[in-house]
């Protein structure tokens, strides 16, 4: 009887785990406070990796500049120029993805910056892209929106904040004034390097890329996260074990949005995730 049993046991399919790495990518924009929504994002759908070819995917975070004429049309304008070159180059074996971002940032300046102006005021946006490719991660930044990567229980800002205080900065550490004089100076989040500017020069993207290690996130914000959000809650949400993964970039905009009920800016957040994911099989 045992031994029957035991037959028919080993006759059941049985199921055996493994796991195969994925890039995940998530997204969450609202519009705050403000009449219009003037953020743009997208993200290509998440992947799971095949060893066999280059596997892509690319995330983008754009902030339309409010104070000049429709900041969302140029901010949509760089994510749908993005978007089409991505589209050009996702399955193509071998491409030179910081050679991608510095064309792409230059035509997409040009085209805005040749919108009509409205008043005398012309039209602009910041971006942030990554493209993760397998472990690989690239990304680029123009303005004042940024890119973190969390690992473990550490975050990372890798961009910069391309606006006065920059420069500011770069002056206090040549010596041609002291670091008073540079934090009385007024406008010191005035941006110098946005898209539409015209003959765009300032722009972070790096050469050599970064390696993703199993869960690690990439995190891409516009500043109505981090103008309302400190770091630290921005890092303690990510790393929250009992906010699945699925919800993190709804968490955070969630959390900036209560926190500032009076006067919150568009709020847009997209998201890498590199990770194992459990493929069951069936096997006889």
Not at 80 to 90: H, P
């Amino acid at each position: 009887m045992l031994e029957q049993e035991a037959a028919a046991v080993a006759a059941q399919p049985q199921r055996v785990e493994r796991k195969v790495p994925e890039l995940a990518t998530l997204v969450r924009t609202a519009t705050g406070n403000r009449e219009y929504q003037q953020d743009a994002v997208y993200v290509t759908p998440g992947k799971v990796l095949a060893a066999n070819k280059k596997n892509r995917v690319m995330a983008i975070v754009c902030d339309g500049m409010g104070g000049m004429a429709d900041g969302g049309k140029a901010s949509q304008t760089a994510i749908e120029m993005m978007k089409q070159g991505f589209q050009k180059l996702e399955k193509v074996p071998k491409v030179d993805i910081p050679g991608f971002f510095r064309q792409g940032i230059v035509a997409i300046d040009r085209t805005i910056s040749s919108f009509p102006k409205e008043n005398g005021k012309g039209s602009g946006t910041t971006m942030v892209a990554c493209i993760a490719e397998d472990n690989k991660l690239y990304w680029a930044s123009v303005g004042d929106s940024r890119i973190y990567i969390i690992r473990g229980n550490q975050m990372q800002q890798v961009t910069r904040d391309h606006n006065y205080w920059l420069r500011l900065q770069e002056m206090v550490q040549a010596g041609q004034m002291t670091m008073e004089e540079a934090m009385a100076k007024r406008q010191k989040e005035a941006l110098i390097s946005f898209l539409g500017i015209g003959n765009v020069s300032l722009m972070d993207i790096n050469e050599t890329p970064f390696e993703m290690k199993y869960g690690d996130v990439i995190m891409l914000c516009s500043d109505g996260i981090t103008k309302t959000l400190p770091d630290s809650q921005i890092k303690r949400i990510i790393t929250d074990d009992t906010v699945r993964p699925e919800q993190k970039a709804e968490a955070l905009v969630e959390a900036a949005t209560h926190a500032n009920s009076h006067s919150q800016d568009n709020t847009s957040v997209a998201m890498i995730m590199y990770r194992e994911k459990d493929m069951k099989e069936i096997r006889r």
